[in-house]
Structure formats: structure tokens, C-alpha cells
Nanobody, 126 residues
Framework: QVQLVESGGGLVQAGGSLRLSCAAS????????MGWFRQAPGKEREFVAT????????YYADSVKGRFTISGVNPKNTVYLQMNSLKPEDTAVYYC???????????????????WGQGIQVTVSS
């Protein structure tokens, strides 16, 4: 069984920073993409950032570009999300996710990721 566990969430003021971590446990696996999604109350789960391990290409949602930075170590199936200049609209549950079955062009679609963490709360106050 594969488990992804997020850590590093919490409450910060607008303009502040947080660093999220995601670590895998259980059986070993290989992923093609590994990254982050988020979901606010009453809204659909949305793409935040991901890494394509094959070529180390990084993709960001337009809403976080220039503020968030994703990084990771492929052999350890570990990813991080450095979040700077946080805004109240960044408030959400953040999920770590891995795509392992196949390589897809649409890296931003959550239904194409098959391993998920439980999620961690990030709250940004005004």
C-alpha cells in the first residue's frame, strides 16, 4: 500500500510564507508526475503545481505562478511546495498527488493522478 503524507500547513497572515512537504511511505513505486492540488470549501479540486520527472519540467497554475515554487527528489518520491506572498484566496486544503499509471499530456487533471495524500489545511488571514 502506498501512502502520501503532507506536512507543514497552518495559519499565516497575508503576505507570509509556508513550506509544504510530501513524503511517501509503504511499497516503492515510480511516478511520472508528482505535485500539488488544492480544494476550497464548495469548490472543485484545482491544480497548483507539478513536476514531470522524465524531463524535470515544472508546471504551475497561473494563480500561483511567481509566488509558489515546487521542488522534489524523484528516487524518494518526495516533493515540496514553497509558498510565498500568500493571499486569503490561497486558503484551502492542499493535497499531494502522484501519477503512476501512464504519462498524460493533461497534467492538470486531478482524475489522472492515482495516489493522494489526506490533505493539509492552509489558512491565510487578511
Amino acid at each position: 500500500q502506498v501512502q502520501l503524507v503532507e506536512s507543514g500547513g497552518g495559519l499565516v497572515q497575508a503576505g507570509g510564507s509556508l513550506r509544504l512537504s510530501c513524503a511517501a511511505s509503504g511499497r516503492t513505486f515510480s511516478s511520472y508526475y508528482m505535485g500539488w492540488f488544492r480544494q476550497a470549501p464548495g469548490k472543485e479540486r484545482e491544480f497548483v503545481a507539478t513536476i514531470s520527472w522524465s524531463d524535470r519540467t515544472i508546471y504551475y497554475a497561473d494563480s500561483v505562478k511567481g509566488r509558489f515554487t515546487i521542488s522534489g527528489v524523484n528516487p524518494k518520491n518526495t516533493v515540496y511546495l514553497q509558498m510565498n506572498s500568500l493571499k486569503p484566496e490561497d486558503t484551502a486544503v492542499y493535497y499531494c498527488a502522484a501519477m503512476t499509471g501512464s504519462i498524460y499530456r493533461d497534467y492538470y487533471r486531478p482524475n489522472l493522478y492515482d495516489y493522494w495524500g489526506q490533505g493539509i489545511q492552509v489558512t491565510v488571514s487578511s
